[in-house]
Every structure is written in structure tokens, then in C-alpha cells.
């Protein structure tokens, strides 16, 4: 890489990056105006902070997460960080699933009783009315009976997509 | 992170077994035959990715291919395809398969999030199988199907009734040749809450491996496997094998960690720059000595070239500089040799085997350190890839004892561990850990280390007919229960004497320096058998050889306890000649205590032979009624201890022994007496508290020809028993019929 470390950062971004230390970390809100250099401050603090921690990174086996809106952002940063392996960029989606992904058992058991809820909840409703004829009243009925047959194919799925 | 215990099953003996790992250092011992290497060929095997190619049907347990080839032949007869079995389950009994049990702290959840089993997990231990299995059931099914009928029609068509075994006879014939097109490691995720289970876990139904080796990342693996290939100057063996030689390992090292051309900075300048400066020169000197050949060349004018100039340019690669034999000398010249003295040098091969290979072994052992740690260029290369350090380092060392002598043995032992951590970030520090595992056939490096981590393997004999012996393994650590002063004393002992328990067949426990010297010829002269096994003989007295016998049971090791009747008074514990009748005791410990667990003397001399023998393992052999021509007269006498016994036993040479000094001139005067209570009074005054017992043997040992001495009828008893036991034992191990060849 051709960066120049010991070009000072602005005071704006050196504050920001005050604000990364790994041993005293502190959260922090940036907001400015469209087109005024958020990602620009964002990524130049990231790149030295990659420059003063890899190898401490490295040791611990961690990265930096870095959660975006969209996927446009998402790439923009990734391209300015040079697709740096030390950086994790995903959109908040992105990075929940890849958290919960490994475990289908759990996330099975969860929708079990999710359903199972969902269709006592939707059961209790449908004794409740007096008009079986009204479209409430069918809407309700179908919906039962796709919760129903959710949770019957359940056990049989290996592989859970978001 | 580490590991915490691995099962292993189905693999060569190893059918089913557990080996738990100490936290740093783990030694795999145990007799001939008895799977250590098995272990380690199994952690090689399936942890080392490149070596999993390695797997052959021969690594599968023998006594299982039985059921294997019932599956197949299932397969076969089953005509109209109704219940054609095709699921995995009932192949996951008899393949090979390791479960890894490694210990996790919460807080290193990061690495371990892609194999823990659900959320809820908070630490603790995660446990991984990689079983090798078919990779599609149906595929194996129909390429069986169609190799094995396509045999059989052929074979049938030929009609002159000779009788042809063609390929495959059974899938064990098909599977020697097509065992890697279909079969797979896979590796499938493992219940905590079932990890301390006797027996290893049934993985719940449609359970699905995981799409990659989960270790990656986890563990660096390194291995020293026993073959070393060093390099006689002589030998015409040269090429591959000899790569651990320094030279070799510098080179490696070089290139990985050190070479200037790869990613230079700033200190690298400098070398690059006088490479470079030397080429030029080389280039040109090159040029100027060539110059009136290529004008020659270049004179021929080939027609269709416009310009045929021919240039010389020569390279020079710092890594080839290592490339040749002298690369590593020896300095021989003494450290005071003035400058200028002309330096006498030795290349690396004429250097002692020993030495190098201590000095390989721990230059492997500091080749993975720095490996590990990414030191040098190697951390430069990963720092813009996705690699990390693995949190643990597991380095294999398969018998590090080849051609060194005890006390280098001893010494690599106790520095081979703390090279492996001796970098600023691992030492003591926890973030990293190391776990060494040795396996050994030599009891210098077993008693080097801690008794805690000791592993036992332990041959053990087939359960019932058509099935193959197996193996166990005995985790030495809760032998003596904790730092309790049985412990200490049997560790100190087997340590102070270097017994080698741990590589014998069988062992037998003498009382003293009499029986120790004369036992051997004993076994040698009359019981030849016997002589054909590893018998380790160890000199520790009726007083204490009772406090081996935990570790004795343990090990499930064949013990021949010879000791002494120790006759004591009734009320009092001072010695008496032993009589009958005179509510007499023994003051042994062995007999009192361990077996056959008798305090009466009478009691003690009526024992029978089967009374002296506790569960088939343990013999206890002690002095009783020996019956005798005295004088021309039988006689009953009763020994009091082995030199007694001696005496008596062999009457006729001690009666000629008058000349001579010392304790064989007492005894030979006692056996001189007229009768034979004189002379076993005697015999027993002779045998007092300062009696040269030691000296005794001495002197029987360069007078007389061990050949005529007849042993004491209790030691012949017991080597009988002992020979008898072994030859038992042998048939044990073998298979019993026809369940294929031996393993």
C-alpha cells in the first residue's frame, strides 16, 4: 500500500479516532450534511486504526464489522478500503444472518413455538366470532391452515434461508 | 483452547477408545503391538488435511469387515429391491471415525461460532466428529453392484469348472481399490451434554455434516514422524528422505520466514544490493570470456534473423546458495583458535546420527513455532490475507528416542516443550496454548515426565470368537488418586529406577539384589519360553512392592510378586525361624496385604498355588515347606528367606563352597551340620540383619556356572505360573477362527 500514516488526519477524523481505541473504546454519532465527507472521515480513520492494531487484531483473530444501510454503501466502502480481509462489511441483514445462520436447530425451535402461538392466537380469535361467513373469518381460516402446514414441514428442512 | 480428549473408533485396534490430553505435555506409552501408533496415525490422519489421502482399507478395524461385507452381500441377494437398506446408519458402526472433545472459553466464542451446536452454549466443551464415510450410499451401491456382477457373469461363462476368484469378491476387495472415489471425511457436530458418556454418542438421525473442515484455523498441526531419513555419508539413500537434515530445514526455514527477494524491507536492501552488484560482475566476466565464442555464433549470419544477438545473463538466488551439502558445517577447532589458523570444517552428514538428530528434532520444533507465530516474512505474506493464528498448536512426535542415548533423551524431553513456547507472546501466556503429544518406546522419556501425563496403552484380548483383540488406554493421572504419599513414593521409585513397566509384557517384583542377579539366569536356563518376552525386573522389596499395585492393576500388567515369608513372632515384630504350630505371623506386606491377603504363617505356608493368584494378574511367590535329602535322609525344612532357599535348594554345590569367604562360606558350613534343623538354624543366624546378601550373589555368580544352580521351588513355581500365563495371554491376542489375519 502507498498511504503516507504520517500525514496527520484532520482534527475531526483524529478525534474519531480517539474514539477507536481498542483498550478504552467510546462510542460516538457523526452526522454532517450529504456529499460533506462522512464516509471519507470513516474510512481514512479505519485505514490507520488497520494500520496501528493489525497485528493485535491478527493475534485475537478479530475484525472490524462495519453495518451499512444498503448494499450500494456496502460495496463503496468495501472499494475504498481496498477489500481489506481485516474489514467486515455487510448490510445490518447481512450481518444478523451470517450471526444466526449456523444454527438451524435453534432458529427451528424458535419458529415451532413462534407458529404454534400464531395459530393459538389465531384459533382463539376464529371461537370468538359468531359469523363464519365474514372475510375476516375465511382470511383467518387460510391463514391457520398455511401456519399449519408450515410447522408440519418444519422438522423435514435442513437448510434455513432468511 | 485445548483439547480436552479424542475418541477413537473403528480405527486399526482401536475400536473404541478414549485418550484424554493433558494440558501441555501427553505421552503415549505401552508394549509392542499395543495401538500407540494407531492414536497418532489417527490424529494424523484426520486433523492433517493433506494427509487424509493417507486412509486405507488396512486402517479399518479388521474384525469389523465382517459386518461390512454382510452389508454388501445384503445388497446383493436382495432380488426384488423391497428393502434394499441404503442408510448410513448402518455403516457409522464399523468406519473409522474420531470424535474431538476441545475446551472452549466463552469469551473465544469467535473462533468456534461456526461448530457450536446452539446458542444457548456458554463455554465449555464443543465436540466434532469426523467420520470417514461414504460420500453417496446409492453411488457405492450401484458401482458395487454392477463391479460384482460383472465378475460373476464372467467368471461364470467360463465353463471348464476351474474355479476363478476375480475382482471384487467382496466390498472389502472392492473397497482396496476404490476406498478414496467413495468414501469422504465428513464432520458432524457433537451434543455437549453428551461428552461424558461412557461410550461415544450415536449422532441423532439425518444429521448433516458440515460443509467444511471445521478445524481450520483452530489448530496448527505439526508432526515429527519416526521416520527421519538422516543421511549416513555412506548411505545410497538420498532425495526425499534425507530433507530433515539442517541444511534442509535452514533452507525451508529461509524461504518461509527470511528470504531478502521475498517482500524486502528496508534491512533486506543491503543483501539484495550486493546480490545484485555480484551478478554484474558476473554478468560481465561472463560476457568477457564468452565474448570470442558468440562473435563466432553470432558471424554465422542465419538467414531470417535481423539482429541474432546473443546475451548472458546469470542469476543469482540467495535461497540456492543453501542448496548444497557443505551449506551447515561443524566448526571442529577449539574456541581459543587464533585468527588466521586455517578453520577445520566438517559438512553436516559426518556429524554423529544422534546429534543430528537432536538437532533436527528441535529445529522442527522451532521451524513450527515460528510458523505459528508468523514471524518474519511469513507475517508479512498473511498480513493482507485472511489467515489469523490459531489459537492452538498441536505438535506430534512420533518415538523422538531413534539414535539417541539416554540422557540426550532425557534432555530433549524436558526442553521440547518449552521451545515450542518460547516466543514473547506464549510462554506463560494463555491466549495461545501448545499441546505436545509423544509417542515413546522408551522409558528414559517416560520418566522424564509427569505421571499425569502418561497414557497406558494396553493390549487387550478378543471378547469372543470372530472379533480382533483391541486396545485400551489407561490414563495413568487418577492411578494413585490425588498427590497422595502412595503417589509420590511409586512416582519417585519408577523414576529413581528407570523400570520400563510401561514397554513390558510382564513384570516380576524381587525382594532384593540376591534375587535380582540370579532371577534372570533362572528365566534363562529353565524356562526359555518365558525368556522369548519383555519381562522387566524390579528390585523393590516385600514392604513396598504392594504400594505398585494400583498401578499394577491399571496397566492390567502379568506380575510375578517373588518375596519372602518374613516370619514374625506372635505377639512381637521381631523376626523368628519360621515353625509351624506357633501361631507364628508373616510380617510381609505383600502377603498381608495384596495377596493372598493372609497374616497366619500356617495359614501362609498351607496356601495353595491357586490361593497365590489374585485375578489371573497377580502371583504372589514366597518360601514354604521344601522337601529335601538331608544327609541321605528326607527332610522337610522351611526357608526363611531366597538365600536360605538357595542354600537348600541346591545342597550339593553349597557343601562343596567350605573354602570359600564370606556368606557362602557360612552357608556352606551350616549345610555341613548333621541335621537339618541345625542346619537351617544356622542358615537363619547367617542370614542376620549385617549379612552381605548383595556380596553373596557376587561370588555365586563368578564361582559357579548359574547353569547348575537349581531356583528355589517357589521361584519355579512362579515362572511357570508366569509362563503359562503369558502363553495364554499370546493365544488371547491372536483371532480366534477365521476372523481374518492377525492385526
Known sequence: ??????????????????????????????????????????????????????????????????????????????????????????????????????????????????????????????????????????????KIELKDRRLRILPDINHLNP | MKIAFIDIQNFRKLKSCRVEFSENKTLFVGANNSGKTSAMD????????????????????????NNINKIATDWIDNKNHDDLNLAPGQWSKYIPAIDIWVDVKGSKIHYVSHIIPTLDWIGGKLGIRLKFEPKQIEDLYKSYKSAYEAAKNTSEARKNGNHLSLWPQTMRDFLDKELHRHFTINAYILDPSKCTDAVPQELPENSEPLASYPFNGLFKIDIINAQRGFSDPNSAEDGSRSDRRLSAQLRTYFEKHLNPSELPDINDLDALDAIETARTAFDKRLKESFKASISELEGLNYPGFSDPKIQISSKVNPLEGLNHDAAVQFNIMRDDTKPGDIALCLPEKYNGLGYQNLISMIFSL?????????????????EFSDDYIEPLHIVLIEEPEAHLHAQVQQVFIKKAYDVLRNHHDLGENKQFSTQLVISTHSSHIAHEIDFKSLRYFKRMPAKCAKSAPYAEV?????????????????TRYLKTTHCDLFFADAAILVEGPAERMLVPHFIKNKFPELD?????????????????????????????????????????????????GKEYRTGNDTIRSWVPLLTGLDEA???????????????????YEIELKYNGEDVTAIPYTFEDALTLSNINIFKDKAAATGLIKKMADAVNKPTISEACKDLYGALGKNSKKAEMALELLYTTDPNQLEPPHYIAEGLSWMQDALRHRRQDYLILADGGEAN
Open chain 2, 42 to 65: 489417527a490424529l494424523i490422519i484426520f486433523l492433517k488435511r493433506t494427509r487424509q489421502k493417507d486412509i486405507s482399507t488396512t486402517d479399518f478395524t479388521l474384525s469389523n469387515w
Open chain 2, 474 to 490: 489407561v490414563n495413568l493421572s487418577s492411578t494413585f488418586g490425588d498427590g497422595s504419599d502412595t503417589a509420590k513414593f511409586a
Open chain 2, 366 to 382: 522451532i521451524r513450527f513455532r515460528d510458523e505459528w507465530m508468523r514471524i518474519g516474512k511469513a507475517g508479512k505474506r498473511t
Open chain 2, 532 to 580: 522369548r518376552n519383555y519381562i522387566s525386573l524390579l528390585e523393590i522389596g516385600g514392604s513396598h512392592a504392594h504400594r505398585l499395585k494400583p498401578l499394577i492393576e491399571n496397566l492390567g500388567l502379568l506380575t510375578l510378586v517373588i518375596t519372602d515369608l518374613d516370619s514374625i513372632g506372635k505377639d512381637s515384630t521381631c523376626k523368628v525361624l519360621p515353625e509351624r
Open chain 2, 605 to 623: 505356608l498351607d496356601a495353595n498355588a491357586d490361593d497365590k493368584v489374585r485375578d489371573s494378574l497377580v502371583r504372589a511367590a514366597y518360601q
Open chain 1, 1 to 142: 500500500m502507498t498511504i503516507d500514516y504520517n500525514v496527520a488526519l484532520s482534527p475531526v477524523d483524529e478525534e474519531i479516532y480517539r474514539c477507536l481505541d481498542l483498550d478504552n473504546p467510546k462510542s460516538f454519532f457523526l452526522f454532517a450534511g450529504a456529499g460533506s465527507g462522512k464516509t471519507r472521515s470513516l474510512v481514512e480513520v479505519l485505514k490507520r486504526f488497520r494500520h496501528e492494531n493489525i497485528t493485535r487484531l491478527r493475534k485475537n483473530g478479530q475484525k472490524v464489522a462495519i453495518i451499512t444501510y444498503t448494499n450500494a454503501a456496502c460495496d463503496e466502502i468495501k472499494n475504498r478500503l481496498e477489500y481489506d480481509s481485516a474489514f467486515h462489511v455487510s448490510t445490518i441483514h447481512r450481518f444478523t444472518w451470517e450471526l444466526i445462520n449456523p444454527y438451524t436447530n435453534d432458529i427451528r425451535r424458535w419458529l415451532t413455538t413462534n407458529l404454534e402461538e400464531e395459530i393459538a392466537d389465531l384459533r382463539e380469535k376464529q371461537s370468538k366470532s359468531r359469523n363464519t361467513a365474514t372475510k375476516t373469518y375465511i382470511d383467518r381460516e387460510r
